[in-house]
């Protein structure tokens, strides 16, 4: 028919992964059963034809034949996604039409950019693509970051220290940029965390220069720092931690064993497991603390959430000037993997008040979901939020290898809306020709694939606040080659923390 959207199909790729029912709507009502057709040019015509009002097909994903759900066949069923977000699964039963519509309005252009009179969106600076939906990441400075390096006592050597991510929040008197990050001890790797991780504080004099550290803030067990400004100057920081000792349950700078290179190899949280007794870093409670002081004198950590019992819940909030607070929190569960959810709150300094909501903000998001959330305002006032996005086959067992991120906003903060993958390439997947990880491109012209890129922070030069379009974003990455998350590793988990400049011009 004249007039109609194009589209660009995506052989072996499904856009409802374990959302789908057979002859059946999602749970979350953004993937709609078309109906059976012989072939895919029907499913094409009836995802156009189901466009009506403020409701589009944004995609359709159309079984030829061969899948299954529930013991039940897919094949030959067509199904229409209503959500914008482009986030496929690799999946050789199916094939995937992505139709490209003109905008609307600027929320069909993620809040990141405006719709213009031809129904194109003009993004700003930090953003781009189709919808504005992807942060304009420019090449990273190869020195910037936080990349530590220790004495190794028994050897009396220099080793690599892992880091995971970090909050980064500049200085409101001289502007001295201040990282707080989880970093593993006893020159362990990320396989290690649950057992071996810290937090410490680090700074430097900009976001293209290498972070220092200065301290340790939290001792073992402590991990996942988020830190956001408070309504009245405050540094609030929420973390997860059981606190334990100086040293951590794995040791894995032996003498004689290992490379001390920063990883976890066999035996270094012991052959007979007594050194991963401890290992409850999935269920330790979240902790907020604060200072008005970067360099230190935090206050005595309060437990949020006294009464719940489940996973860490990476718990990320932006606090408003008047003391409330909107935030995100998620459960973890081995079927349903992460899912995220809200939490508000009429006085952050108070966790009585803090209101932990169950009804699932992406419930049409797939095994394993998507964790590591953090939010912040736009200059209109507008919520955004990213992450770091789990969902696709071969990950779906394997979650921690998708290495992209996700977007999602909300005009009211109760609302949202995801657009699907941030950063990486959403059609990077083990499976497939272009492989599993993300690839950084460097200042230098070098190029290098991260097995793993998590725990996404944001920089806003704006003191005292979340606000605005981001000028950095933050990054634990794996360089190490492992695909195994837990103490198995194979000294191939070696991680640091990175920095990237996102474009402001």
């Given at each position: 028919?004249?007039g109609?959207?194009?589209?660009?199909?995506?052989?072996?790729?499904?856009?409802?992964?374990?959302?789908?029912?057979?002859?059946?709507?999602?749970?979350g009502?953004?993937?709609?059963?078309?109906?059976?057709?012989?072939?895919?040019?029907?499913?094409?015509?009836?995802?156009?034809?189901?466009?009506?009002?403020?409701?589009?097909?944004?995609?359709?994903?159309?079984?030829?034949?061969?899948a299954?759900?529930?013991?039940?066949?897919?094949?030959?069923?067509?199904?229409?996604i209503?959500?914008p977000?482009?986030?496929?699964?690799?999946?050789?039963?199916?094939?995937?039409?992505?139709?490209?519509?003109?905008?609307?309005?600027?929320?069909?252009?993620?809040?990141?950019?405006?719709?213009?009179?031809?129904?194109?969106?003009?993004?700003?600076?930090?953003?781009?693509?189709?919808?504005?939906?992807?942060?304009?990441?420019?090449?990273?400075?190869?020195?910037s970051?936080?990349?530590?390096?220790?004495?190794?006592?028994?050897?009396?050597?220099?080793?690599?220290?892992?880091?995971?991510?970090?909050?980064?929040?500049?200085?409101?008197?001289?502007?001295?940029?201040?990282?707080?990050?989880?970093?593993?001890?006893?020159?362990?790797?990320?396989?290690?965390?649950?057992?071996?991780?810290?937090?410490?504080?680090?700074?430097?004099?900009?976001?293209?220069?290498?972070?220092?550290?200065?301290?340790?803030?939290?001792?073992?067990?402590?991990?996942?720092?988020?830190?956001?400004?408070?309504?009245?100057?405050?540094?609030?920081?929420?973390?997860?931690?059981?606190?334990?000792?100086?040293?951590?349950?794995c040791?894995?700078?032996?003498?004689?064993?290992?490379?001390?290179?920063?990883?976890?190899?066999?035996?270094?949280?012991?052959?007979?497991?007594?050194?991963?007794?401890?290992?409850?870093?999935?269920?330790?409670?979240t902790?907020?603390?604060f200072?008005?002081?970067?360099?230190?004198?935090?206050?005595?950590?309060?437990?949020?959430f006294?009464?719940?019992?489940?996973?860490?819940?990476?718990?990320?909030?932006?606090?408003?000037?008047?003391?409330?607070?909107?935030?995100?929190?998620?459960?973890?569960?081995?079927?349903?993997?992460?899912?995220?959810?809200?939490?508000?709150?009429?006085d952050?300094?108070?966790?009585?008040?803090?209101?932990?909501?169950?009804?699932?903000?992406?419930?049409?998001?797939?095994?394993?979901?998507?964790?590591?959330?953090?939010?912040?305002?736009?200059?209109?006032?507008?919520?955004?939020?990213?992450?770091?996005?789990m969902?696709?086959?071969?990950?779906?067992?394997?979650?921690?290898?998708?290495?992209?991120?996700?977007?999602?906003?909300?005009?009211?903060?109760?609302?949202?809306?995801?657009?699907?993958?941030?950063?990486?390439?959403?059609?990077?997947?083990?499976?497939?020709?272009?492989?599993?990880?993300?690839?950084i491109?460097?200042?230098?012209?070098?190029?290098?694939?991260?097995?793993?890129l998590?725990?996404?922070?944001?920089?806003?030069?704006?003191?005292?606040?979340?606000?605005?379009?981001?000028?950095?974003?933050?990054?634990?990455?794996?360089?190490?080659?492992?695909?195994?998350?837990?103490?198995?590793?194979n000294?191939?988990?070696?991680?640091?923390?990175?920095?990237?400049?996102?474009?402001?011009?």
């Open positions: 028919m004249a109609n959207p194009s589209i660009t199909r995506y052989e072996s790729f499904s856009q409802v992964e374990n959302v789908a029912r057979s002859e059946r709507n999602s749970v009502g953004t993937v709609i059963y078309l109906g059976t057709f012989d072939d895919e040019a029907e499913c094409s015509d009836a995802c156009l034809a189901a466009t009506t009002g403020s409701t589009r097909c944004n995609y359709y994903t159309y079984f030829p034949s061969g299954s759900i529930e013991s039940r066949s897919l094949s030959k069923q067509c199904f229409e209503t959500s977000g482009f986030n496929p699964s690799y999946d050789e039963t199916a094939v995937t039409g992505a139709v490209h519509w003109g905008c609307r309005d600027d929320s069909d252009c993620s809040l990141n950019g405006k719709c213009s009179e031809s129904s194109t969106c003009q993004c700003r600076p930090a953003w781009k693509g189709e919808r504005c939906e992807t942060l304009n990441i420019l090449p990273t400075p190869k020195e970051g936080y990349r530590r390096m220790d004495l190794n006592q028994a050897t009396k050597k220099m080793a690599n220290t892992s880091s995971w991510g970090g909050a980064i929040l500049p200085d409101p008197k001289d502007g001295t940029l201040h990282m707080w990050a989880s970093e593993m001890t006893e020159h362990c790797g990320i396989g290690a965390w649950a057992q071996n991780s810290r937090i410490i504080h680090a700074v430097a004099e900009s976001a293209d220069k290498p972070f220092e550290r200065k301290d340790v803030v939290w001792d073992v067990f402590s991990h996942e720092p988020e830190v956001v400004p408070g309504s009245d100057g405050e540094f609030v920081m929420y973390f997860t931690a059981q606190l334990r000792g100086e040293h951590g349950d040791d894995c700078c032996r003498d004689g064993e290992g490379p001390c290179d920063g990883s976890t190899g066999p035996g270094d949280c012991g052959d007979d497991g007594t050194k991963t007794a401890q290992n409850l870093g999935d269920s330790d409670p902790w907020m603390s200072t008005t002081d970067p360099s230190g004198n935090w206050s005595e950590p309060v437990q949020i006294s009464d719940y019992q489940g996973s860490d819940t990476n718990f990320a909030p932006v606090i408003l000037k008047n003391g409330s607070m909107v935030a995100m929190w998620r459960s973890w569960t081995a079927s349903g993997g992460s899912r995220m959810f809200l939490s508000t709150g009429s952050w300094k108070d966790p009585s008040t803090y209101i932990r909501h169950t009804t699932e903000l992406f419930p049409d998001l797939g095994a394993a979901g998507t964790e590591d959330q953090f939010i912040y305002l736009d200059n209109n006032g507008n919520y955004h939020a990213i992450f770091h996005h969902y696709g086959t071969g990950t779906k067992d394997q979650w921690w290898l998708d290495a992209t991120g996700g977007h999602a906003f909300s005009v009211n903060g109760w609302d949202w809306t995801y657009t699907g993958v941030t950063y990486g390439d959403p059609l990077a997947r083990y499976d497939t020709d272009i492989g599993q990880g993300a690839s491109d460097f200042d230098d012209g070098t190029t290098y694939k991260f097995t793993r998590e725990r996404p922070h944001l920089l806003f030069y704006n003191v005292g606040e979340l606000k605005g379009d981001p000028t950095h974003i933050i990054n634990s990455a794996q360089y190490g080659r492992g695909t195994d998350p837990g103490t198995g590793a000294n191939d988990d070696a991680c640091y923390t990175l920095v990237r400049p996102i474009n402001v011009e």
